[in-house]
């Protein structure tokens, strides 16, 4: 096994979101995946035990980029609702280097609505993380209510704008976060979350 770890869960997610762009989503199965990739479905099984785990390697790999351009100097310079903003739309720039795959997924999720469920979990999860890396407390019931209106403000912004913003700067994108994120805000201030 010479390809690094990180390598080959790349590699296994590209070449599923490319299939899922070329056949749709319902109509790629990890056979698919591993006669494209070259890699066999014993070590794609390792990675990934359920189609719908190569969702939660993506996650992953978005999460770890994210993660990567966080600074713990910025906590001290900017506001969390600031941080926050900046992390989501690193992701959704992230997110456009596998727009058409992603798009094709999401696309799937309407006729399927049982798959958006299922990723639920993993969604928090990355929010989870991405509270973490500018400073917000997630533990608790109140963590927990973080989360949650996190990921449905991520979610939202990513099916009802993001999918269709094709421009280069996210425009449409930076203004419907920054507007739920205001919302948010007054709720949280008021409720003292």
């Known amino acids: 096994m010479s390809e ?10 590209e070449t599923a979101l490319e299939l899922a762009e070329e ?9 698919d995946i591993s006669e494209k990739s070259g890699i066999s479905l014993s070590e794609i099984y390792t990675y990934a035990g359920h189609k ?3 969702l939660t390697l993506l996650g992953g790999i978005i999460d770890q980029k994210v993660l990567e351009t966080v600074s713990i100097s910025e906590q001290y310079v900017t506001s969390k609702r600031d941080r926050i903003f900046d992390i989501l739309m690193d992701r959704y720039d ?3 280097d596998y727009r058409s795959g992603v798009i094709a997924i999401l696309d799937s999720f309407m006729c399927d609505p049982k798959q958006a469920v299922i990723s639920l979990p993993h969604i928090c999860r990355s929010m989870n993380w991405m ?9 608790g019931i109140r963590g927990a209510i973080k989360v949650t209106g996190l990921a449905a403000i991520y979610v939202k912004v990513l099916i009802r704008v993001w999918k269709s913003d094709e421009s280069k700067d996210m425009s449409k994108t930076m203004a419907a976060l920054d507007k739920s994120l205001d919302k948010v805000e ?8």
Not at 23 to 31: D, E, F, M, S
Not at 131 to 139: P, Q
Not at 186 to 193: D, H, K, P, S, T
């Open 4 to 13: 690094k770890i990180s390598d080959i869960k790349v590699k296994i997610v």
């Open 131 to 139: 509270l973490e890396a500018v400073g917000i407390e997630t533990s």
């Open 186 to 193: 007054g709720i949280v201030n008021r409720f003292g979350l």
């Open 94 to 96: 992230i997110l456009n």
């Open 23 to 31: 056949q749709g989503w319902a109509n790629t199965t990890l056979r």
């Open 52 to 54: 719908d785990d190569i």
